[in-house]
């Protein structure tokens, strides 16, 4: 863990840093107040400080208020080295967002339990917000596939349709199905088919830019969010996206296992009516795509965008659809 240690004064910051260096810390020393908030803001890694109190330009109690103001992706634990000892001090000094103070002359063993006990803390807060990165990324993930959720895709979605209505820049969807997927877990399994559904998003890597957005929108169906891209972009993606998958059997059990998917294409260019509209249409070409044989990507028409839902799947036989 490293430390920084600021003191104008070189005998004092000599001794500091050899100590807190013979403790096992690394050591980011400076001289001065200024160079010691902006080494704070400058490098995350830093997240103990000793402070002296009496420094030129900013003192030790500036630096303080400064951080708590200014830093608020991480939590700095701040000991201020002070030569006052009366008690109105230190609680100035802690009112300023100092975490504890040791008084000079320093004791050794005093200022490494001090910085034992701020360890802790950054330690404790390193956990928590571990912990918090982990929830949230649950909370927005597939656990099967690792790609955003429903709920995440959609919102994702629905968000870059508004930045795109905002900038005027197109927005496009791919709507994909695996096919046959029923048949594959009937033939050879349940796990069989969640091997499948892990392995197709590494697929779609190489067919799609850095910044498009992929999410499992259910069971066998992935969306696939598009900003800034127009229609025959898109129809290309969903295309580069077939053969991807189609060109790389899956390999199950030791056994290589063909899988096609059939495509669904959407594009804000077109007369829509929002998100619902913009996915019910790449919703009915998908289903187009599936009856006329699979392994394809098809592009919506604009009476696609108008359809009602009680008319996507009328008169499709459902042994069609899988």
Known sequence: MRVLVADDEVTGRMLAERWIKAWGYE????????????????????????????MPGL????VCQAVRASITDRYVYMVLLTGKGESGDSVEGLDAGADDYVTKPCNPRELEARLRA????????RTLVRVQEQLSHEASH???????????????????????GRNSQPLSLILCDIDHFKNINDTYGHPAGDEVLRAIPGLFTSALRGYDR???????????VLSNCAEK????????????????PILISGRELPVTLSLG???????????????????RALYRAKRGGRNRAILAEASDYLATSSARLAHVPQAELE
């Open 59 to 62: 003192s030790g109690i500036d």
């Open 142 to 164: 597939d656990a099967l596939t690792g790609l955003y959720n429903r709920r995440a895709i959609l919102e994702e979605l629905e968000r870059e349709l508004m930045r795109g």
């Open 214 to 224: 992929t999410g499992r929108y259910g069971g066998e169906e992935f969306l696939i």
């Open 233 to 248: 972009a898109a129809e290309n993606a969903a295309e580069r996206v077939r053969r991807s998958v189609a060109a790389k």
């Open 265 to 283: 294409i959407a594009s804000s260019e077109a007369a829509h009516e929002g998100v619902a509209s913009l996915i019910k249409a790449a919703d």
């Open 27 to 54: 050591t980011v020393v400076v001289s001065d107040g200024e160079a010691a908030l902006a080494q704070l803001k400058r490098d995350p890694s830093i997240q103990l400080a000793v402070l002296d109190w009496m």
């Open 118 to 125: 701020g360890k802790r803390i950054v330690e404790l807060e």
